[in-house]
């Protein structure tokens, strides 16, 4: 059960008994735009696995000193989908933030089965037989054709670390009265994105690619995604206001279960 109140999106730190009251009726409310933060969420989440987690590439940096980690060549490396597998932590701040972390634990589950049935459909579609006619086969399976280590990593890792986020993003709500939104959606990036880093590219590539290179490119990418973060912050700011005011609640996870297999709305 959460602890509600509502008002002025950014937070009035005292609760009215009020407020308190409606929380408890929390969980027959239906949100006006909760499903689609949802969809962004899957989405952003299934196009930057299956685009650009496997794919290395570099910036050069001319004036990084010679030598110091985790550039000591003036070159950073990083896996492509740093681009854009940010924005479902965002997302996932949002949902969060806004929602409270029984509805975001919800999604989580939901991009969890959908990147499962992403790799089952990939093995499939690529296992196919292809037409005599049909000259596409080694270039598709370049692009689609998952491995087995990468898809581990990707749905280990996304677990992981989008409930560590989750987690780290109530609890700190709660211990700053709802102040200092940023501190909150960094702060949870830092530890989330430290999980999902750590588990997934030692899984992915640990023994395919140097070692070197996959602690360079698990720090490199952990410190661009919390860079991304604190760069969206404003974003995040609008989108989180503009829920707030559209659903006219603040929620609280003051007696919260905070087990991922808890049932769906404690």
Do not use: C
């Amino acid at each position: 059960m959460h602890e509600a109140r509502y008002g002025h999106p950014m937070g009035d730190s005292t609760p009215t008994d009020e407020a308190t009251q409606s929380a408890r009726g929390l969980g027959a409310v239906r949100f006006r735009h909760f499903d689609r933060v949802m969809a962004a969420f899957v989405a952003v989440l299934l196009l930057s696995n299956i685009i650009g987690a496997a794919k290395l590439t570099a910036i050069s940096v001319p004036f990084w000193p010679q030598g110091w980690w985790p550039a000591p060549d003036g070159v950073f490396i990083y896996g492509a989908g740093i681009l854009f597998f940010p924005i479902s932590y965002v997302l996932g701040d949002v949902l969060t933030e806004v929602y409270g972390y029984a509805r975001a634990r919800r999604v989580i589950w939901t991009g969890f089965a959908a990147l499962l049935f992403m790799a089952f459909m990939s093995w499939v579609v690529v296992s196919l037989p292809p037409a005599a006619s049909w000259t596409g086969q080694d270039a598709y399976e370049q692009v689609f054709g998952l491995v087995p280590r990468i898809v581990l990593a990707s749905i280990v890792a996304f677990w992981a670390g989008e409930f560590v986020n989750s987690f780290v993003m109530a609890k700190m709500k709660v211990l700053t009265a709802g102040r200092a939104l940023w501190s909150r959606t960094i702060g949870s990036t830092v530890v989330g994105q430290g999980v999902d880093s750590l588990l997934f590219y030692p899984i992915a590539f640990l023994g395919i690619w140097d070692t070197r290179d996959v602690i360079v490119v698990m720090v490199t990418n952990w410190l661009l995604k919390i860079t991304w973060e604190a760069v969206l912050t404003p974003v995040t700011y609008l989108v989180v206001n503009w829920l707030k005011r559209e659903e006219g609640v603040e929620i609280y996870d003051t007696d919260t279960d905070f087990s991922p297999f808890a049932a769906e709305n404690r």
